[in-house]
């Protein structure tokens, strides 16, 4: 069973709509992470997120792009307004478990978004 | 800046060949080193991880990787691979300073019967 569970699965969107892609994750874990991957290339860091503030963000990660656990559960990602070149397979990933290795991402099977 | 390079973009071999992937990384301080797996249509999986102690590290299915510090290299090795091998293949870096996982941009591996 995975660590973390994705929804939705794949989602299509008209280009300016808002996204949320949601991630659960079943174990405490400490440290949260947005990845995406564009089809065919690599997987790029979005943001991390710990202690309920983001940790770190890359350049991708623009004014579109916000997230927040409001629950202590779910780990949202949202695009506020979407663009073509954001379609992408996006993962949810989480880390840090007490006494595991720093760097040891357990990863979401993922949510493919496109835009039209 | 951290970076990861792979050496081989595209890989294709016959059932029983023997595997190396590059990676070559950028960081002069420490990191945990890692390989995830990506079999088509699925998720990142861990492969195998070194953080510490003997720079070989084994991890599932029959795969080795031998970090060299010198090199700032992490090569990924199978004696002998299988059909069900076929995935793309991510080295990756973390380092605590940085707090992210970095990767390389993926070898694609095809495995012919």
């Known amino acids: 069973e995975p660590e973390v569970t994705q929804t939705p699965s794949h989602q299509v969107t008209q280009m300016g709509q808002e996204v949320i892609l949601r991630c659960v994750p079943i174990s405490n874990h400490l440290y949260f992470y947005w990845y995406r991957q564009i089809l065919g290339q690599k997987v790029e860091f979005l943001v991390s997120?710990?202690?309920?503030?983001?940790?770190?963000k890359s350049e991708i990660f623009d004014d579109q792009f916000s997230v927040e656990r409001p629950d202590g559960s779910n780990f949202t990602l949202k695009i506020r307004s979407t663009k073509l070149e954001d379609s992408a397979m996006y993962f949810c990933a989480v880390g840090a478990l007490e006494g595991g290795v720093a760097g040891e991402l357990f990863f979401g099977e993922g949510s493919r978004l496109t835009v039209l | 800046a951290q970076s990861v390079s792979q050496h081989n973009h595209h890989v294709i071999l016959s059932e029983a060949a023997s595997l190396e992937l590059g990676c070559n990384y950028s960081?002069?301080?420490?990191?945990?080193l890692f390989w995830y797996v990506q079999y088509p249509g699925q998720h990142l999986q861990l492969l195998l991880k070194y953080f510490s102690g003997d720079p070989l590290v084994k991890g599932i299915k029959g795969f080795e990787a031998e970090f060299i510090k010198s090199k700032f290299s992490f090569n990924l090795r199978k004696p002998s691979v299988q059909w069900s091998d076929t995935a793309e293949y991510f080295c990756?870096?973390?380092?605590?300073?940085?707090?992210?996982?970095?990767f390389g941009a993926g070898t694609r591996l095809a495995v012919h019967p």
């Open positions: 997120f710990y202690n309920n503030e983001i940790s770190e």
């Open positions: 960081y002069g301080g420490t990191v945990n």
């Open positions: 990756a870096i973390f380092s605590g300073g940085y707090n992210k996982l970095i």
